[in-house]
Nanobody, 125 residues
Framework: VQLQASGGGLVQAGGPLRLSCAASGRAFSNYIMGWFRQAPGKEREFVGSISRSGARTLYADFVKGRFAISRDNAKNTVYLQTNSLKPEETAVYYC???????????????????WGQGTLVTVSS
């Protein structure tokens, strides 16, 4: 599967931003999808994950109800709605796909075999 993330840009602190990730190929619904981010000089970190059907989600602790992941399997697209963004959350945001005998969601970066190119989110203070 090939992934294409979009929707990044410049946003003021406290503002919302919606990221999208479009997948090519068939069987999109077979993949657990995840969002990660990588700030300058830091390691890539888990943001959230959504199950194949979209019924279950898993978030990093720092999300604290501010972000929401959803997916539309008919459109082969997964979304990340971000709210109340902070300047320190400036990063490249990546979508990723996991396959195989996994549970409904996963935060383990090593479970994700397919990655998009990332979209830059810049949060101004």
């Amino acid at each position: 599967v090939q992934l294409q993330a979009s929707g990044g840009g410049l946003v003021q602190a406290g503002g919302p931003l919606r990221l999208s990730c479009a997948a090519s190929g068939r069987a999109f619904s077979n993949y657990i999808m995840g969002w990660f981010r990588q700030a300058p000089g830091k390691e890539r970190e888990f943001v959230g994950s959504i199950s194949r059907s979209g019924a279950r989600t898993l978030y990093a602790d720092f999300v604290k109800g501010r972000f929401a992941i959803s997916r539309d399997n008919a459109k082969n697209t997964v979304y990340l709605q971000t709210n109340s963004l902070k300047p320190e959350e400036t990063a490249v945001y990546y979508c990723a796909a996991a396959q195989g005998r996994l549970l409904s969601t996963t935060a383990d970066i090593n479970d994700y075999a397919y990655w998009g190119q990332g979209t830059l989110v810049t949060v101004s203070s």
